[in-house]
């Protein structure tokens, strides 16, 4: 890393990356009569699953770039609500493959540069003026700023150049766009790096069978965790860090991309894809029995019902959590989201063949 300030941002993981690694050790094969067939099922589920996230990432991130480099080519001149348009592609895209960290995404700190969130001691704060106070395209060449702060190369500092620093002109618009594609390109690569990993995976049966873990029944605990990593992340950092305890608490720049007004589109996303990785094909529901009917159908109830609740809440989200009265939703998908995080830590997997130890997802109060 470039600096001894990145250096302390690398030994600060997010909360999604501890917990993922946290309780991949404690989960193991719950002992039954007929043990499902992990190997196949990982391979399904990293094709029908996982990989198409992963390109429709590479084909948003792909196109956005294109843009970004033809706003630079106009020297910053060119059609701004365009770019913003391509962030929020690439916002939709990522929100709908954050969850998949197994693998590609947490190698090489993936996951941290394509969107550094939450943020610790306002550090994209900090490196993000300091990256803007460049001249020309210092700083900006591919190879360089991949290996920068992982702060400012992905969204989180994208998302405030287009929605905080609005009014530029001269050298400074110039600049501006010269970021703005610097990050585009990188977005673009990590995209690219982290279908290519999949994609080599996918190649060897073996690889596939158990999917970056130790043995097959180990690599479906992993893609497990991610999915339980995610309902913490939308629960905890999400809703409950912004929200607080009452409207006096609260704490709206807390939420994720509030300065675009996507806190409440990217958890619905999010939570769109919780839902397929469980009930579409190749998901998890694919390992219940015939006599899980039951729980599936309660499942697909959480999940709708979780759905409907954020989309309830609107995009005023940040604003709206700041008022007693209009929170109300807020706090009411909280609970949806609670009762969805109960059946699918522990329901599930006892029914699929997995077992959970003690982590971070237990005894959290909620």
């Known amino acids: ?56 990432l590479v084909k948003v991130t792909d ?7 033809a706003f630079d ?43 550094y969130w939450p943020e610790r001691r306002n550090v994209v704060d900090k490196q993000y003026r300091a990256l803007l ?31 905080e620093s609005v009014s530029a002109d001269g050298d400074q618009a110039k600049r501006r766009s010269a970021v703005i594609l610097a990050i585009a390109n990188n977005l673009k690569s990590i995209a690219a790096e982290a279908k290519a990993v999949w994609e080599k995976t996918l190649q060897d049966p073996a690889l596939a ?35 607080g305890g009452d409207a006096a608490a609260a704490k709206p720049k807390a939420a994720e991309q509030w300065r675009s007004g996507r806190s409440m589109r990217n ?31 309660d499942l697909t109830k959480a999940f709708d019902d979780s759905i409907a609740a954020a989309k309830a809440v609107g995009d005023n989200f940040a604003e709206d959590i700041a008022h007693q009265e209009m929170r109300k939703p807020v706090t009411a998908l909280l609970v949806k989201i609670n009762h969805l995080r109960d059946l699918l830590r522990q329901q599930v997997p006892p029914a699929i063949g997995i077992t959970l130890g003690f982590n971070e997802l237990d005894g959290d109060g909620s």
């Not at 196109?63 to 480099?69: G, H, L, P, R, V």
Request: no cysteine; glycine share 8%; proline share 3%.
């Open 1 to 56: 890393m470039s600096d001894k300030r990145n250096d302390k941002i690398t030994r600060r993981q997010t909360l999604a990356a501890i917990l993922a690694a946290s309780m991949v050790p404690a989960m193991t094969r719950h002992a039954r009569a007929a043990e499902p067939d992990f190997g196949a099922f990982n391979t399904a589920f990293a094709a029908k699953v996982i990989l198409p996230a992963l390109d429709n």
């Open 63 to 69: 196109s956005f770039a294109a843009t970004a480099a």
């Open 73 to 115: 080519a106009a020297n910053g001149a060119g059609d701004f609500d365009k770019v913003r348009q391509g962030f929020n592609n690439v916002a939709d895209a990522w929100a709908s493959a954050q969850q998949f960290r197994l693998g590609a995404l947490a190698q090489e700190q993936r996951s941290e540069r394509f969107a």
């Open 133 to 163: 106070a460049g001249k020309g395209k210092e700083g900006l060449e591919a190879a360089q700023f991949a290996t920068g702060s992982v702060a400012v190369q992905g969204l989180p500092a994208l998302e405030r150049l287009l929605y």
């Open 209 to 243: 069978a158990n999917t970056f873990a130790a043995n097959p029944a180990e690599g479906t605990a992993q893609s497990y965790t991610n999915l339980l990593t995610i309902t913490q992340v939308i629960a905890d950092q999400k809703i409950g860090a912004p929200l």
């Open 267 to 297: 958890i619905v996303l999010n939570l769109t894809t919780a839902r397929g990785s469980v009930l579409n094909p190749g998901g998890f529901a694919d390992l219940l029995g015939a006599d899980k009917a039951a729980l599936k159908a």
